[in-house]
């Protein structure tokens, strides 16, 4: 062991040292451009100085500090089986990560693929469409707390998903991307880039799980979402880790004019779970739907953030976020909505959801404006509430046993964020998930 | 054939008592009617029956077949046999009436036995077709924006579809208009029959030109104070319940 592991600030880098770095970036193909390397040492400087979060941090209040922890974790190995995929929908093209190197695929059509559309791997994308991964790739910097996961993320980033959709072009089916988290102590960093060109539309459904829910995984991951010029994209989450994980997922998503984006983040799994979403409605018209459903057992805790940053006046955002809390659970909703000087006629709205299926959970919400234009439209709100009386016995008076009309009142309370979707198949396959998490 | 027994029932909300020692006992093919002025009871004594966890039966019984209900649960109640048309019933946003009443029925198999889809969605679409309901009614959030009228017909459509012994319909005319009225009472109608007992729980005499009534009782404070056949709901329509408290008011002087 030589001197410099010795003493180097172990507590700030905890398993991901920089033997651990050195070794990753070992592990990456000669072929991968010096721009890259060059960000990526740079990020485990970043990462390596920077301290943990303190209590004292404001992007951090009410989040539990003590049970962050950078140490017991692993770099795993590849993998040679992953677990059955949970999303059996119909897909135009589909890529499974395990461990953070590819796993298995479904190609595109040739058709779609001779369109110009790209669905490959970030490592490829770097090498054969390196212009557009470095414009979008990790761009916007993180606003809501994070620096350090997501210095830690882009360090050790090994390869993700790289999806474009070109002009004009409309696909019908969903891309699916899953990454999955195999050995009791793996630590993965997945990443999805989609970029969608002018009036381009895509829809891509992504999946985080793991080998076991007993695997006291580690996960820092990322996405960038940019929506060109009149493109629609539908992003759907599903972070299903291991309810003994760490997660932290952070998105970004730029919309220019006339675009639209829905994002669906589904929260079901790890033991912490901190998931910071920001949306930046960049030029006249641009719309950004975030819709967020959590379930939060027993000593889960989930931790939103999220940012709703209006840049150009007649944009809009519209922030829904709801969780059911279940035993000792606790969820942390903080968002705010930003409306710069210039962004007139801004229609911006959040609203944060809780209901409390017991006496011992904990919910805590922090909404918040910052405008500065004269002529908008800003609400928000917060509320938690527990099951209506009322209506639990009129569920009963038809036969449905208490512990069963909880249930149906639960999923009800999620509908209105399903029936968002435009995709039926995916609303039920959701919904299934959802349920699976009840029954367990 | 089955039958309902009410015996000396005495009903509190909180401390204060509202059903003061109420007997009736009603047989499968029997429509009973209770009327009475607001705040006699009417309501308490359908809630306490149904279950509801706000109203206290301090002493009595009630009986299906000679087995008393009143230590079960409201959802046991219901899988006893008693159903409940509710004045007000609550709005369910998200849960669809067909996901509602299928869990309804899924809740009345054994543990572990599923509840077959295709005959399911058959039977509900006869209901349907025999109450005049339009099928995208299914589809919608259980009571979620409804009207009066498409509540009070989403209410009769459970009942057909869960197949009560004993229905206790509480002020199921009350803000209805006389095409919505008609509908309920053409539903009562339809499902009437030896395997029935109902027991109408009214305000106004209307309701029972469209469900003619076996028997009629009055209720005032807390109890059955007059009993007979149909003409007494046109004797209370003439004269009013103000004869009735004289009446009472000159037995007991």
New interface residues.
């Given amino acids: 062991m030589s001197a410099t592991t010795l003493t180097a600030p172990t507590t700030l880098t905890g398993s991901f040292t920089p033997a651990a770095f050195a070794a990753h970036l070992a592990s990456l193909p000669p072929s991968l451009p010096t721009w890259w390397l060059d960000r990526k040492r740079a990020a485990y400087a970043r990462f390596a100085a920077l301290p943990l979060p303190s209590r004292t941090d404001e992007m951090w209040r009410f989040s539990n500090i003590g049970t962050l922890t950078l140490e017991g974790f692993t770099l795993p190995g590849a993998a040679t089986t992953v677990p059955h995929a949970p999303i059996g929908i119909p897909k135009a093209a589909k890529l499974v990560f395990a461990n953070g190197r590819l796993f298995s695929r479904q190609v595109l059509s040739p058709e779609l693929a001779a369109r110009g559309v790209i669905v490959d791997t970030l490592q490829n994308a770097l090498v054969k469409h390196e212009a557009l991964v470095r414009e979008h790739l990790l761009a916007q910097p993180p606003k809501l707390g994070s620096p350090k996961f997501g210095a830690l993320h882009e360090a050790f980033l090994a390869d993700g998903a790289f999806i474009s959709v070109p002009r004009d072009v409309q696909l019908d089916l969903p891309i699916g991307i899953f990454s999955y988290a195999l050995g009791a102590t793996a630590a993965v960093f997945p990443h999805t880039l989609v970029i969608a060109g002018e009036n381009a539309r895509v829809s891509v459904v992504e999946y985080f799980g793991s080998d076991s829910d007993d695997s006291a995984q580690f996960a820092a991951g990322a996405n960038d979402l940019y929506a060109g010029h009149g493109s629609q994209i539908s992003y759907i989450g599903k972070q299903d880790w291991s309810h003994r994980a760490l997660s932290f997922q952070s998105n970004s998503t730029v919309v220019r004019r006339d675009a639209r984006v829905q994002s669906l983040n589904l929260h079901l799994g790890a033991r912490q779970a901190r998931h910071e979403s920001l949306s930046q409605l960049a030029a006249p018209g641009a719309f950004s739907e975030m819709l967020a459903l959590t379930v939060a057992e027993a000593g889960q805790e989930f931790d939103q953030r999220t940012l709703q940053i209006h840049q150009a006046p007649n944009t809009k955002s519209d922030l829904l976020y709801k969780n059911a809390l279940r035993g000792t659970a606790k969820t942390i909703f903080s968002g705010l909505i930003v409306v710069d000087p210039d962004a007139q006629k801004t229609d911006a709205y959040q609203s944060n959801r809780n209901l409390m299926l017991s006496d011992d959970a904990e919910a805590c919400s922090l909404p918040g404006l910052e405008i500065q234009a004269n002529d908008v439209r800003c609400t928000h709100g917060a509320t938690s509430s527990r099951i209506d009386p009322e209506q639990e016995f009129y569920l009963q008076s038809r036969g449905i046993a208490k512990e069963q009309a909880d249930e149906l009142l639960t999923f009800g309370f999620f509908e209105e964020v399903l029936n968002r979707l435009a995709n039926d198949d995916l609303h039920e396959a959701l919904r299934t998930l959802i349920q699976t998490k009840f029954k367990k | 054939m089955s039958q309902l027994v009410i015996q000396n029932l005495h009903v509190s909300i909180g401390e204060k008592p509202i059903v003061k020692g109420l007997t009736l006992t009603i047989n499968s093919g029997e429509v009973h009617a209770i009327m009475g002025p607001n705040g006699t009871g009417k309501s308490t004594l359908s809630k306490a029956i149904?279950?509801?966890?706000d109203y206290t039966i301090t002493s009595g019984d009630v009986l299906i077949d000679g087995v008393s209900i009143l230590a079960q649960?409201?959802?046991e109640r219901?899988?006893a046999g008693i159903?409940?048309a509710?004045q007000y019933?609550?709005?369910?946003?998200?849960?669809s009436i067909a996901?509602?009443?299928r869990?309804?029925q899924q809740?009345?198999l054994a543990e572990g036995e599923e509840i077959d889809a295709s005959a399911y969605y058959k039977r509900l679409y006869s209901k349907m077709d025999l109450l005049k309901i339009d099928r995208k009614f299914t589809s919608r959030?259980v009571n979620d924006g409804f009207s009066g009228g498409e509540k009070k017909r989403c209410e009769i459509l459970?009942m057909a579809m869960?197949e009560p012994k004993f229905a206790l319909m509480d002020e199921t005319d009350s803000g209805l208009d006389i095409d919505a009225l008609r509908i309920v009472a053409d539903g009562v109608n339809t499902m009437r029959g030896p395997n029935l007992g109902v027991l109408l729980i009214t305000h106004y005499q209307r309701l029972l030109d469209y469900i003619v009534p076996d028997h009629v009782h009055v209720m005032y404070d807390g109890r059955l104070v007059k009993s007979g056949d149909k003409s007494l709901a046109l004797e209370l329509e003439a004269k009013g319940y103000d004869w009735i408290k004289k009446e009472l008011q000159a037995a007991t002087a």
Wanted: charged share 15%.
């Fill in positions: 149904a279950g509801h966890p649960e409201a959802d219901a899988r159903f409940l509710f019933p609550s709005e369910i946003p998200g849960v996901n509602f009443l869990a309804a809740a009345r959030a459970q869960l």
